[in-house]
């Protein structure tokens, strides 16, 4: 596995990936939709998958002495790995967010620990649609990404919806001050996250595995 | 023990069909696998390393069944399809790297001593090689882990004669010198003719011959000259005729020969037998 998760990082994963990862900054942004700054990795995502077409990414692999399975778990794990990081490493701009502008962000969920349990939700389900569609071809990279970006923003947007319009968690949620609610939507967006990948593994290495190269 | 048991292999697409196929491919030995454009070769070596998945038959490497222990059967193969057309803005040396990792016999010194002969540059990114060359880089990484059978998809194609002679004398090497075995698909047939031990002839997804090569060839003849002098009952066992300015020529089975009385009889090659057989 650690060879294949070289062969990853070494060979497959798309320059865009690591750009990405910056974008965490813009939650400095004083008012702005903050989940649509942990979309942008999703594409850095995609754009690995698509090179991936370009490259003869997965004919190679195949190639070497792995299981098919093995070869999705990798690409998983990188995945999981792109889109951690960016979480992590927006940490410390929500931090410096709520210190210097203590004002609430009025284009939706303020940069609190529930924002990024929402965000691990939503990478979730970007995984388990996109991944699983992909490995039924091997290549096709278009229409899973775009049923992908549906289902997420459908996610993201009713989560948005119901905190906005429940003055409950209007008032606990969105908010720059700390409140023990949101750590419990965090350790909810961990569980949720985890579940949804092993699900999005599962899926995808059946396809994968019926698939004729 | 055979490096390669292939046993009533069957795979059916809507327009093709891989119909009961089954060969050997003995230690120490090469095999040359023929046929014309689309007859299945491709096809097949995907169902015996489950790339495709057949619809029934079974693969034994080594002794071993596949798919049921894939992972040790690739780690003593060597698979090549054609030339490295991965990862094109890659590094030789990156992907090298990233390859060796997977094959706990690399031999580095051997990898760097192919990478030598070849005149392959290891800063050099894949999109910045030939055809010919990309070809020997897929082949440098191949032949660089001690693989106990190497089956390769028209690995001569695309180089100059001149290196096909070198790649075939390599071949040799590794059968004589490490007693590997190599089961390598091909339409250049000349290549055989100088190194085959054995041969498997597959036509429209049915394997029509699998044996010792010398002997496969040695049972045609290729028959030619004027059609005026050419017996009507002979006429109609010639394999392939072709009919030209009351010239003719196509081939024989060894023992319909004998009638061929007044008419030039010569041993036959891989390429006359290939040709005349797909004439029909």
């Known amino acids: ?213 | 023990m055979d490096a390669l048991t292939v046993s009533h292999l069957e795979k059916r697409y809507p327009s093709f069909h891989l119909r009961d196929v089954s060969f050997r491919v003995q230690p120490g030995r090469i095999m040359g696998f023929i046929g014309r454009n689309g007859a299945g070769k491709t096809t097949t070596l995907k169902s015996i390393l489950n790339l495709v998945h057949p619809d029934s038959g079974a693969v034994q490497f080594f002794g071993l069944d596949m798919p049921a222990h894939e992972f040790a059967i690739k780690q003593r193969t060597a698979c090549i399809f054609g030339a490295a057309n991965y990862y094109p803005q890659s590094a030789l040396k990156t992907i090298a790297a990233v390859y060796r990792r997977f094959y706990p016999t690399w031999d580095e010194p051997l990898y760097q001593s192919y990478l030598q002969r070849f005149g392959l540059d290891p800063n050099k990114k894949i999109r910045q090689l030939s055809q010919g060359m990309s070809i020997k880089f897929a082949l440098t990484l191949a032949l660089s882990h001690h693989a106990e059978l190497l089956i390769l998809d028209e690995p001569t194609s695309g180089l100059d004669p001149v290196s096909r002679d070198e790649l075939l004398h390599i071949f040799e090497d590794i059968v004589d010198r490490e007693g590997a075995s190599i089961f390598f698909s091909t339409h250049i047939t000349s290549d055989l003719d100088k190194n085959a031990d054995n041969i498997t002839y597959i036509q429209n997804g049915h394997i029509i011959a699998s044996g010792d090569k010398d002997a496969f060839v040695a049972s045609y003849r290729k028959v030619e000259g004027r059609s005026e002098d050419l017996p009507p009952a002979l006429k109609e066992r010639i394999i392939g005729l072709h009919e030209r300015k009351g010239e003719f020529s196509g081939l024989l089975r060894a023992a319909d020969a004998a009638g061929a009385n007044g008419l030039a009889v010569t041993p036959a090659d891989l390429e006359s037998i290939m040709v005349c057989t797909e004439r029909g």
């Open chain 1, 1 to 213: 596995m650690l060879n294949l998760l070289y062969k990853e990082w070494k060979l497959a994963v798309h320059p865009t990936g690591y750009i990405f990862l910056s974008m965490g900054a813009m939650l400095l942004i004083p008012n702005y939709p903050y989940a649509v700054v942990f979309f942008y990795q999703t594409l850095g995502i995609f754009f690995t998958f698509m090179n991936g077409g370009a490259t003869n990414d997965v004919f190679f692999t195949t190639l070497l002495p792995v299981r098919k399975r093995d070869v999705v778990q990798a690409r998983l794990f990188t995945v999981i790995a792109l889109e951690v990081l960016q979480i992590l490493l927006a940490v410390p701009f929500a931090v410096l967010r709520c210190q210097i502008s203590p004002t609430q962000n009025l284009a939706g969920m303020d940069a609190n620990a529930a924002l990024f349990g929402l965000v691990l939700v939503m990478f979730g389900v970007f995984n388990v649609v996109f991944l699983p569609l992909f490995y039924r071809s091997g290549y096709k990279t278009g229409t899973p990404y775009l049923l992908a970006v549906l289902a997420m923003t459908v996610v993201v947007v009713a989560a948005e919806a119901v905190i906005q319009l429940t003055p409950a968690l209007k008032q606990t949620l969105d908010t720059t001050a700390y409140h023990p609610l949101q750590m419990a939507v965090l350790a909810a967006g961990v569980l949720l996250y985890a579940v949804l990948n092993l699900a999005a593994y599962r899926l995808s290495a059946r396809s994968f595995e019926r698939l004729d190269l």
